[in-house]
Nanobody
């Protein structure tokens, strides 16, 4: 079984910074992609930043130049550094791992973290 455990988040003033972390565990051999999504109240869950195994990165247009995704493959961990935060960044942020191969040979199509609230408010 795969677990994605998130940490970070909280309340910050506009213009401030926060850092999210997500560590995947569970006899993982390889993860094809890891990234971050967010969901504001009454809205759909949207991609924020995704890191593929090939090294390519995709960012949502609204966060380009403000958010930075990074990873530590040896720890199966992905980070999201969020700078210059705006009130419209307020949402629950979810970590996602896609295409996970376990050491047992089992393939897991995808797994979500537990979600963490990010609130940007004066």
């Amino acid at each position: 079984q795969v677990h994605l455990v998130q940490s970070g988040g909280g309340l910050v003033q506009p213009g401030g910074s926060l850092r999210l972390s997500c560590a995947a565990s569970g006899n993982i051999e390889m993860i094809n992609a890891m990234g971050w999504y967010r969901q504001a109240p009454g809205q759909e869950r949207d991609m924020v930043a995704v890191f593929s195994r090939t090294g390519s990165i995709n960012y949502q247009d609204s966060v380009k130049g403000r958010f930075t995704i990074s990873r530590e493959d040896a720890k199966n961990t992905v980070y999201l550094q969020m700078d210059k935060l705006k009130p419209e960044d307020t949402a629950v942020y979810y970590c996602h791992g896609a295409g996970l191969w376990l050491t047992t040979g089992v393939f897991v199509e995808g797994s979500w973290g537990q979600g963490t609230q990010v609130t940007v408010s004066p």
